[in-house]
């Protein structure tokens, strides 16, 4: 009987360093790792941001969202939603000058423009994460309630700059705006319609036309490639006839050019004959000259014989009354 106390005792022992080892083996080694605890107050909704949640700097896992809580003030009827990261000190390693606080190391980051903001994890599901991200020229305002932890200031997410900037939009007019555009584009539409149909037909008369047109005149110009083939045979024909011809009466032509340039050089020896003729030192023409003067003093003579009979007709009977 006494040595059943001492084996439930050692089963008792047993469990609990079994409990422990797996509390240490899956998790329990965080209670031995350094963390800094922070806070953000996110004026906008968190919804998918859940405990556990990553915070990441740069796509690098250095925190975890360890609470997520709601402040209310029953005078403004305003809500703060305070989320509080725990740091792991053994993911971020400090260089330079280190500080001496855990909350002054926070202070300086914040100074040097480390900002958070929320930003989606899955798409699909909706789950948020929280980016940490240095912003020097980013605003900061802090919101200063005592929650016993470093404060870092909060950005508004994309999506939330997204819905804000929509919800700035004069959706209204916009919405009257495109009425607008939409009934202008339907009379636009209507006049087209009602214009372009006679164009249409207009066109697929013209169409038909020049359809017609050009079916003319392919047959016009198959009548004018058989008329000019037709041309071209005959033409060949006559070259033909014309080079057969000239071959016979080659020996004709040749007799013919023979007597032309005969002719041609007793014809230039005449021009030499006569050109002697009418030099003026010739006998020719002191001939010629002595013949012209005798003609010309017959015309004379002529000329005063006529003058006398004029005068007096009865000098052809009687003669001269005086010599």
């Known amino acids: 009987m006494s040595a059943r106390p001492a084996v439930v005792g050692g089963f008792i022992l047993g469990a609990l360093a079994l409990g422990v080892a797996g509390i240490l083996f899956f998790g ?13 107050f996110f004026s906008e909704s968190v919804a998918g941001l859940d405990v556990g949640s990553p915070v990441t700097f740069h796509g690098v896992r250095i925190a975890s969202v360890q609470s997520v809580a709601i402040r209310l003030s029953a005078d403004t009827t305003k809500a703060r939603i305070p989320v509080y990261l725990e740091l792991e000190s053994n993911r971020v390693i400090w260089e330079g000058k280190k500080s001496k606080g855990s909350r002054i190391d926070v202070d300086q980051m914040v100074r040097a423009g480390l900002r958070a903001q ?89 169409a038909d036309a020049a359809t017609r047109t050009l079916q003319t005149t392919d ?33 004709e ?52 014989f006529t003058k006398t009979i004029e005068r007096n007709p009865n000098a052809v009977l009687m003669g001269r009354a005086n010599r």
Do not use: C, K, Y
Not at 174 to 200: G, V
């Open 28 to 40: 329990g080694m965080r209670w031995f790792i350094p963390s800094l605890r922070v806070v953000v």
């Open 118 to 206: 929320l930003a989606p994890q899955s798409i699909v599901t909706g789950q948020l994460r929280v980016d940490l991200d240095f912003r020097p020229g980013a605003p900061a305002p802090l919101v200063g309630m005592a929650t016993g932890a470093p404060e870092i200031p909060a950005l508004p997410s994309d999506l939330g700059q997204l819905r804000n900037q929509l919800t700035e939009l004069p959706l209204r007019e916009l919405a009257n705006t495109a009425q607008r555009a939409l009934a202008s584009l339907e009379r636009l539409s209507n006049h087209l319609d009602a214009t372009l149909d006679p164009l249409a037909q207009t066109a697929h008369r013209t």
């Open 219 to 251: 047959e016009a110009v198959r009548r004018v490639q058989v008329d000019a083939s037709t041309a071209l045979r005959d033409l060949d024909a006559l070259v033909v006839d014309a080079h057969r011809q000239l071959d016979g009466r080659g020996g």
């Open 253 to 304: 032509l040749s007799r013919v050019l023979t007597d032309a340039d005969r002719t041609v050089r007793q014809a230039e020896t005449l021009l030499g004959s006569l050109n002697g003729l009418a030099e003026p030192r010739s006998q020719f023409r002191g001939d010629l000259e002595a013949v012209l003067r005798d003609l010309a003093a017959s015309a004379s003579s002529l000329r005063n």
